[in-house]
C-alpha cells in the first residue's frame, strides 16, 4: 500500500518567486493537510482539506493557499517567497474524520528560499 | 490557546534503558492524541494512535497511556535500542487539525 507521496522532495527557489507543492494521500484517504516545520517554530498547522472544501486554516498569511482536487490530490501554493517561507512542509492524510483519523505524513518537501 | 508541551526536550540513555517521554496539553477537549517519530530531514512516522475514550495503547515495545483529565500522555518505550534513536513528537487532534508539542531527541548509546 503506497503511503503519502509529495513532490517535488527538494526545491531551491529565489525570494518573490512563487512555488507549488504536491501531495498525493493515501489511495482512499479523503482528509489532506499540510504543516509547515521550521527548527525555531516546530510543526504549525497550514490548512486542511475534506472532499474539496477547506475545513480549517491556520494563521499564515494570505501568500500561503491550497486546494483539493476531486481525487483527494493536493497542492499548497506559495506566493513571493521571502526567506523566512524555508522549512520542511509535510502533507498528511487520514480516512476518516473524529478520533479515529490516524494520521499519516508524507517525506515532505524542503523548500530553501535565497 | 491550546498548547502542547514536551519534556525533556532531549534525552540519552545507554541501550536496553527503559524510555518514558511525556506530553501535557492544556485543552482536555481532544479527539484523540497521537505519537509520532521523526528522523533527521524525514517526515513522521505514525507510532501510537489513542482515541479520546482510551486510556492507552501497545504495539510492541511501544506503550501509550492518556489521561484526559490531568491533560498529559506518557510514550514508554522498553529495552531501548540505537535504532530507537529520533525525536518523538506528540499531538492532540480536534478542529481537523494536529498541534504538535516540540518534541523529544532520544540518544541511545550502544
Known amino acids: ?114 | 490557546k491550546q498548547e502542547v508541551t514536551q519534556i525533556p526536550a532531549a534525552l540519552s540513555v545507554p541501550e536496553g534503558e527503559n524510555l518514558v517521554l511525556n506530553c501535557s496539553f492544556t485543552d482536555s477537549a481532544i479527539y484523540n492524541l497521537q505519537w509520532f517519530r521523526q528522523d533527521p530531514g524525514k517526515g513522521l512516522t505514525s507510532l501510537l494512535l489513542i482515541q479520546s475514550s482510551q486510556r492507552e495503547q501497545t504495539s510492541g515495545r511501544l506503550n501509550a497511556s492518556l489521561d484526559k483529565s490531568s491533560g498529559r500522555s506518557t510514550l514508554y518505550i522498553a529495552a531501548s535500542q540505537p535504532g530507537d534513536s529520533a525525536t518523538y513528537l506528540c499531538a492532540r487532534s480536534n478542529d481537523y487539525k494536529l498541534s504538535f508539542g516540540a518534541g523529544t531527541t532520544v540518544t541511545v548509546r550502544a
Open chain 1, 1 to 114: 500500500k503506497a503511503g503519502v507521496t509529495q513532490t517535488p522532495r527538494y526545491l531551491i527557489k529565489t525570494r518573490g518567486q512563487q512555488v507549488t507543492l504536491s501531495c498525493s494521500p493515501i489511495s482512499g484517504h479523503r482528509s489532506v493537510s499540510w504543516y509547515q516545520q521550521t527548527p525555531g517554530q516546530g510543526l504549525q498547522f497550514l490548512f486542511e482539506y475534506f472532499s474539496e472544501t477547506q475545513r480549517n486554516k491556520g494563521n499564515f498569511p494570505g501568500r500561503f493557499s491550497g486546494r483539493q482536487f476531486s481525487n483527494s490530490r493536493s497542492e499548497m501554493n506559495v506566493s513571493t517567497l521571502e526567506l523566512g517561507d524555508s522549512a520542511l512542509y509535510l502533507c498528511a492524510s487520514s480516512l476518516e474524520t473524529g478520533e479515529r483519523a490516524e494520521a499519516f505524513f508524507g517525506q515532505g518537501t524542503r523548500l530553501t528560499v535565497v
